[in-house]
Every structure is written in C-alpha cells, then in structure tokens.
C-alpha cells in the first residue's frame, strides 16, 4: 500500500523557516493524479488541523486562518512532491506536520486519503 513520507521537519527559533517536503514510498505513485493534496497538523492534545490544500492541478489553495500569508503550498509534478514552505513561524506552530492527498475531492472531504507518518516541528519562543 502507498504511504506519503513527510521530511523537513525541526526545531527552529520563531521567526524562522522551514520546508516541509512530501513524496511517495512507491515509484507508482503520482501526486499528477491526486485531485486534492495538503498538509494537516495535530499538537499535543489538540484536534488535527488542516494547514493548507492544494487541489485541481494546483488551481485552487486553501490556508488555514492562522497560516495566512505565512505558509505556501506547491507541488512540483516533476519531482512528484509536495511541499509547504513555513516561514515567519510561530511558538504556536509547533506540532505533527502529516501531508495527504486524495483522487478527488470526496474523498478527501471524508478524510478518505493516502497519508504519511509525519514530521515533527518545534518552534522555540
């Protein structure tokens, strides 16, 4: 079965950056045919959120309210990844980063999505 596998993650100083990356674990795999792809994120304690999403070949975005203007998702087909570009981050940023996509956006409403482990980032005050 297909996983996503997350890296980037870190510990940094707020005001930092960081850049989340996402690929796939089988070479059959293609972010191409994913109608919806984004990032999620869960701290400790606190509900999953979803960060930013990327869908119709990269014609739409969604960013949460908190990320606004701040994070940027994009997806580079050549190199079959997703990203999520972070910058300006926050104490408040800190958590689980976990990528996902799904073939349409039905799925992906339902949370019924192929996703990755995740990586951890930490943002120190």
């Known amino acids: 079965q297909v996983q996503l596998v997350e890296s980037g993650g870190g510990s940094v100083q707020a005001g930092g950056s960081l850049r989340l990356s996402c690929t796939a674990s089988?070479?059959?795999?293609?972010?191409?045919?994913?109608?919806?792809m984004g990032w999620f994120r869960q701290a400790p304690g606190k509900e999953r959120e979803e960060v930013a999403r990327i869908w119709s070949g990269g014609r739409n975005t969604y960013y949460a309210n908190s990320v606004k203007g701040r994070f940027t998702i994009s997806q580079d087909n050549a190199e079959n990844t997703m990203y999520l570009q972070m910058n300006v981050l926050k104490p408040e940023d800190t958590a689980m980063y976990y990528c996902a996509a799904a073939a349409s956006t039905a799925r992906w409403e339902r949370g019924d999505c192929i996703w990755g482990q995740g990586t951890q980032v930490t943002v120190s005050s």
């Open positions: 089988a070479s059959t795999f293609s972010f191409y045919y994913m109608n919806s």
